[in-house]
């Protein structure tokens, strides 16, 4: 039940295209989703996070969907670049919460 | 305003010896959370430190590993005589007390090759 499952593995997207990745999660206490970028040699950063109240926030090129119902939350680049390619994590945690539980991450490149 | 640090980046120790692996939280943040990330894989919760108190060990192993993180310098994650199952990138994530766990800044990572 503290599971985030992340899907695809690995993505390959050409320059200007859309990038999608999903996660999904059967806890629903979680009531934080972030989304972090990891580039190779780095740490995770924080990309974008939304709480269940919304339906979609969007950041620049980077969009996260969320269905409550079904317990499935989404990431979209919009015109991905090069500079994109890394490894995205989607999370998963409760407020007051100890623990973040992270997907297994999508290695995304993106062809120039 | 400097990140999270960690160090030392990269550790090489031969089975059985010890590691110490250190992270300086970002100013002003009392949260303290560590990581292992096996290659190719994602980030695995270890442990979950205030100042002085372990607040949530439960992703730790029960045996060679212990953390802390004293009133006064880094957090310290220590694996005792290890094995090559440990070899790993650990990564050091810190957050303000205002905001709690949910925004976690990462360090660079400490990356652990056991030979």
């Known amino acids: 039940q503290q599971q985030v499952k992340q899907s695809p593995q690995s993505l390959i997207v050409q320059k200007g295209g859309i990038s999608i990745i999903n996660c999904a999660y059967e806890n629903t206490a979680f009531d934080y989703f972030p989304w972090y970028q990891q580039f190779p040699g780095k740490g995770p950063a924080l990309l974008i996070a939304?709480?269940?109240?919304?339906s979609e926030k969007k950041e620049g090129r980077f969009t996260i969907s969320f269905n409550k119902s079904a317990k499935q939350f989404s990431l979209h680049i919009m015109d991905s670049q090069p500079g994109d390619s890394a490894t995205y994590f989607c999370a998963a945690s409760t407020t007051g919460g100890f623990k973040t539980i992270f997907g297994a991450g999508t290695r995304l490149f993106v062809k120039a | 305003n400097a990140g999270v640090m960690q160090n030392p980046r990269h550790l090489v120790r031969r089975r059985g010896q010890e590691a110490r692996l250190r992270c300086s939280p970002m100013k002003g943040h009392s949260h303290v959370y560590w990581y292992r990330q096996l290659p190719e894989e994602g980030l695995k919760f270890m442990v979950y430190l205030q100042k002085e108190n372990i607040i949530d060990e439960s992703g730790m192993p029960k045996e060679r590993f212990s953390a802390e993180f004293p009133k006064e310098g880094p957090s310290i994650l220590r694996i005792q005589q290890v094995v090559r199952g440990d070899s790993a990138a650990y990564f050091c994530?810190?957050?303000?007390?205002?905001?709690?766990?949910?925004?976690?800044?990462f360090g660079p990572g400490t990356r652990l090759l056991v030979l």
């Open positions: 939304i709480r269940p109240d919304v």
């Open positions: 994530a810190s957050s303000p007390p205002q905001t709690g766990q949910e925004t976690q800044y």
